[in-house]
């Protein structure tokens, strides 16, 4: 890709390019568009193996990545033409799934779904204009644990022109745990023991693919750090001490701003978190989900004080389609563990495939309603979970009878979280909702484009070993 600075096409101001320009030494800066087109952009991907030496590893593990920058983290404008082009590389066939962008449907990245997989050598140029700004990511749709414990994400920034200036420095912290040993090799991505309780965890942790980085910010300057969870087990509890830092967008989009610390941030979930740098001294943020908090990076704040500025730290109100609730249609969702269900079984027969093969030759642990997916593959599709009609507006209640948590992602929509009886959880906007043990959790939103939408928990473990299914929009 060509390389001339992203921050020239940004609505950022000088300072700010200037405290990115310092930063950079540290943290490898957002990856510039490689070229644009009108007030669009066009990218490579080009999934390949590229090894790469992980914080205190004695050699190259070998990573699945998009380009050079690990993590390579893309920035577009809102509704401006994109252009993805995937290459496939690798030796396993692949997709791209834009993780909470509302594309069309053909867009989605969804392997037999939306679109034949890409092969070995083949590409596939993904093509939409980013209906809503945000914080956004991407990843492939099969072989989900090995991709991903190899490090094949990327993020997606869709700026907003409305924020010009709002922000000095404006920096992605993308977490994620590697199962990496001290030669480099990596352990098991997945397990069964793992699998079927909380997922299997990584023991190497990092921010931006390093141990602790560190950003230098300058005194005052308004800080806005857009926190990706690209781990597919580790649910973080941000921390961040004393600082009143606020969160102002979830999965994205613009929330009214509430305390960062205590919110935590499931597989695949973001929080963009704002707030002034101190006069001195260091912003850590932590994982609190831990005996004692875990540092995951630090923001060093040094140099001359910025000019104060008065332009809020809360984000322009997200505009996203609301739904009706008070027509809204009900579902029940149950996120159980993993059982027979005597549809299932017809539909095998009917299709040719065992229910034994669905049961014992691939791995169930869960289940969505007593329906567990076959297996990790999307090529033979079971019945949906509910059908629903394009602009209704529904409400999904998510039950959650498992002792452990799921965050459930929805493709395709962006939902409103009505929360649940026994917390409080902040009204908001999301893609992904974390449902705690026992928990019935409220969303609803309007039915968009037609097509078969996965909704699935974002433990790849559990989504692959059956906690998935698909709303069909028609
Ligand atoms: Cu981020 Cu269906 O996935
Ligand atoms: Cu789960």
């Avoid at 404008?77 to 053909?106: I, K, M, Q, S």
């Avoid at 059908?387 to 002792?403: A, M």
Wanted: hydrophobic share 45%; charged share 20%.
């Amino acid at each position: 890709m060509v390389a001339p600075t992203p921050h020239l096409r940004s609505p950022i101001g000088r300072r700010r390019f200037l405290a990115g320009a310092l930063a950079a030494a540290v943290l490898p800066a957002v990856a510039p568009p490689a070229r644009a087109e009108g007030a669009g952009v066009r990218v490579a991907l080009v999934a390949r193996e590229r090894p790469r030496l992980l914080p205190g590893c004695a050699a190259p593990s070998l990573l699945w990545t998009y380009g050079e920058d690990w993590p390579l983290a893309l920035r577009v404008a809102r509704g401006a033409p994109f252009a993805a082009t995937l290459r496939n590389e690798l030796a396993d066939h692949t997709t791209v799934h834009w993780h909470g962008v509302r594309v069309p449907f053909a867009m989605d990245g969804v392997p037999w779904v939306t679109q034949p997989p890409v092969l070995p050598g083949e590409s596939f140029t993904y093509r939409f204009a980013p209906p809503d700004p945000g914080t956004f990511f991407f990843h492939p749709h099969c072989n989900t644990m090995e991709a991903l414990g190899r490090g094949l994400a990327g993020v997606l920034v869709v700026e907003d022109p409305r924020d010009a200036g709002r922000f000095d420095v404006d920096r992605v912290v993308a977490l994620k745990d590697w199962r990496v040993r001290a030669d480099g090799a990596f352990d098991a991505f997945s397990t069964d023991t793992g699998a079927a309780r909380a997922g299997t965890f990584g023991d190497l942790r990092t921010a931006n693919g390093r141990r602790v980085p560190e950003i230098a910010v300058a005194p005052g300057d308004r800080v806005r750090l857009r926190i990706v969870n690209l781990d597919p087990t580790r649910a973080p509890l941000l921390d961040f001490g004393p600082v009143p830092a606020m969160v102002i967008a979830t999965d994205g989009n613009a929330c009214t701003p509430f305390r960062a610390t205590g919110w935590r941030l499931g597989p695949a979930m973001r929080a963009d978190v704002a707030f002034v740098a101190p006069p001195r001294g260091t912003v850590t943020l932590a994982d609190g989900w831990a005996a004692a908090p875990v540092p995951l990076a630090r923001i060093v704040v040094a140099g001359a004080p910025a000019a104060a500025s008065r332009a809020p730290l809360a984000l322009p109100p997200a505009e996203l389609p609301v739904p009706d609730l008070r027509r809204a249609e009900t579902l029940e969702m149950a996120l159980l563990a993993g059982s027979s269900d005597p549809d299932i079984e017809k539909w095998a027969r009917e299709t040719g495939m065992s229910a034994d093969a669905l049961c014992l030759s691939r791995r169930i642990f869960w289940s969505i309603n007593r329906r567990a997916w076959p297996g990790q593959g999307h090529e033979r599709l079971p019945p949906p979970l509910a059908e629903l009609k394009r602009g209704r507006s529904y409400v999904l209640e998510l039950f959650n009878g498992t002792p452990h948590i799921h965050p459930m992602h929805l493709h395709g929509h962006t939902f409103r979280v009505l929360g649940t009886a026994g917390r409080t959880v902040p009204p908001h906007w999301a893609d992904t909702v974390l449902v705690e043990p026992k928990e019935r959790m409220r969303i609803a939103f309007v039915a968009g484009e037609p097509g078969d939408w996965m909704f699935h928990c974002h433990i790849i473990e559990h989504q692959e070993s059956g906690m998935m299914g698909y709303l069909r929009v028609s």
